[in-house]
């Protein structure tokens, strides 16, 4: 599965959107289809060159729109719900200009139907958005992710990209510079399609997209490539105890779960003198190792504990539910390469069902396989 994940720390906008895709490999020609599509042909023309913001370069794209010509929300959406576009090219469009129409219904007081978009009205705005869900198309990216995003104090960031990134999931970190860097038209495309994180990728290409301020470091890059498995740092936390009793180490493995573990786990060891005990391993965040090493030293026999790093390699995982005849059942699903792979229903909710827990979680597994084409 094919990922792009936007480094936004200058900023974006749906021009530099689109010269990043071309510079990362999609093809410039897909926005002269656009124009044609669109019914644009005598109204804007686009310019594709090579540009240099200090010591970096990129793509420029420049799409010079005739003076004047504005269209209401009503014709925006006529005018791409008539073109000729591939299917989720048109509905992603459709669902970028339906989120500028209530964030400027909103701001206006004005029904959708009614909306003159002003500076977002113009052919320019249709090309950024249907060209740069196009160029994703013809690169074959499935998912889209995207950095935090520069957030320079009022009135350097328009209310429009503001409310359209509101309930996003979006970070905004503060910047000083006074000028605006997150155009609407940019934060509209992330707010459709972006997750705001940052993701293992397997690096095919690069691509960087320049912006119109001729500033230093005026640039937006996509990283393009396949997804790993997600990895992370954590602490593992180990304390050897040959002298406490089983319910108590029992209660012990409850508390650090309780207490924030993310793992914790007992195996049996031999001890000096050969006497018999445990081995207590703890997995943690690294911002824990330090409270749940005090909670293993505060609430065992132990007199140390041993912290060393590691990195884990995560599959993913997900939760759906399904319908038996028993009841509802919640199933986990584990993913790699975002496929699924294998389930596993929870145990609590096959138990609040009536019928024998084995069976319902048998019958909840083979429901769960089957609606994910696992069998």
Not at 178 to 191: D, N, S
Not at 247 to 263: H, K, V
Not at 269 to 282: E, P, S
Not at 321 to 345: C, H, M, N, S
């Amino acid at each position: 599965m094919t990922s792009a994940y936007f480094d936004c720390r200058s900023g974006i906008s749906g021009d530099m959107t689109l010269g990043a895709l071309i510079d990362a490999g999609a093809d410039p020609g897909i926005l002269t289809r656009c124009v044609e599509a669109l019914g644009l042909a005598g109204e804007v023309k686009v310019e594709i060159r090579h540009e240099e913001r200090g010591h970096g370069g990129g793509i420029r794209v420049l799409l010079r729109a005739q003076e004047g010509r504005t269209r209401n929300l009503p014709e925006l959406i006529s005018t791409v719900a008539g073109a000729a576009l591939p299917e989720r090219v048109a509905a992603r469009t459709l669902d970028a200009l339906d989120r500028l129409g209530r964030v400027e219904s909103a701001l206006h007081g004005q029904p959708k139907e009614q909306l003159h978009l002003h500076e977002l009205g113009g052919a320019d705005t249709l090309i950024d958005l249907t060209g740069s869900f196009w160029l994703l198309e013809q690169l074959g990216v499935a998912r889209v992710y995207a950095s935090a995003l520069p957030g320079p104090r009022p009135p350097h960031t328009a209310p429009a990209t503001a409310r359209v990134l509101a309930g996003s999931g979006a970070v905004l970190e503060p910047d000083e510079r006074e000028m605006e860097l997150v155009t609407p038209t940019g934060a509209t495309f992330l707010a459709v399609l972006a997750k705001f994180s940052r993701p293992a990728l397997r690096l095919d290409r690069v691509g960087w997209g320049v912006g119109s301020r001729d500033v230093p470091g005026n640039l937006l890059s996509v990283w393009i490539g396949a997804e790993g498995a997600p990895t992370d740092a954590v602490a593992v936390i180990e304390a050897n105890l040959d002298d406490m009793a089983p319910n108590l180490l029992a209660a012990l493995t409850e508390d650090l779960m309780l207490e924030g573990a993310l793992d914790v786990s007992v195996s049996a060891a031999m001890m000096k003198k050969g006497r018999v005990g445990h081995l207590l391993a703890v997995i943690a965040r690294l911002e824990d190792e330090t409270r749940l090493g005090e909670v293993i030293l505060a609430r065992s026999t132990t007199l140390g504990v041993r912290i060393t790093g590691a990195r884990r390699r995560l599959a993913g995982r997900r939760m759906i539910e399904v319908e038996t005849q028993f009841g509802r059942v919640a199933v986990k699903v584990k993913e790699l390469d975002g496929r699924p792979v294998d389930v596993a229903p929870e145990y609590e909710d096959a138990r609040r069902c009536e019928g024998d827990v084995n069976v319902v979680m048998r019958v909840a597994a083979e429901i769960a396989r089957r609606e994910l084409g696992l069998l």
